[in-house]
């Protein structure tokens, strides 16, 4: 089993940023992908990036040039730093890491763009 704990949400006005962190524990020999999912009200959860073990980055289109995943294998934390923030990107944020070809999911932290 792998446990996951973010940190980081909050309320931001849009242009602004936040740094959301990502702990995992447990079981974390083997962890391939890291990354970051959100899920909007009304709406289906959608990948934010990811970072794999080699430390290829993927990023949806939405996020692109102004959000930034890393991550520290030794500490095994992932994080996202988010700038330029727009309404649209309000959102509860999921850590999630694989594992053997299975999705461990952290709690979710909420993160909420608004003037």
């Known amino acids: 089993q792998v446990q996951l704990v973010e940190s980081g949400g909050g309320l931001v006005q849009p242009g602004g940023s936040l740094r959301l962190s990502c702990a995992a524990s447990?079981?974390?020999?083997?962890?391939?992908?890291m990354g970051w999912y959100r899920q909007a009200p009304g709406k289906q959860r959608e990948l934010v990036a990811l970072?794999?073990?080699?430390?290829?980055?993927t990023y949806e289109d939405p996020v692109k040039g102004r959000f930034a995943i890393s991550r520290d294998v030794g500490q095994n934390t992932v994080d996202l730093q988010m700038n330029s923030l727009k309404p649209e990107d309000t959102a509860v944020y999921f850590c999630?890491?694989?594992?053997?070809?299975?999705?461990?999911w952290g709690q979710g932290t909420q993160v909420t763009v608004s003037s």
């Open positions: 999630y890491a694989i594992r053997r070809g299975v999705f461990y």
């Open positions: 970072i794999t073990s080699a430390g290829i980055i």
């Open positions: 447990g079981s974390i020999l083997s962890i391939s992908d």
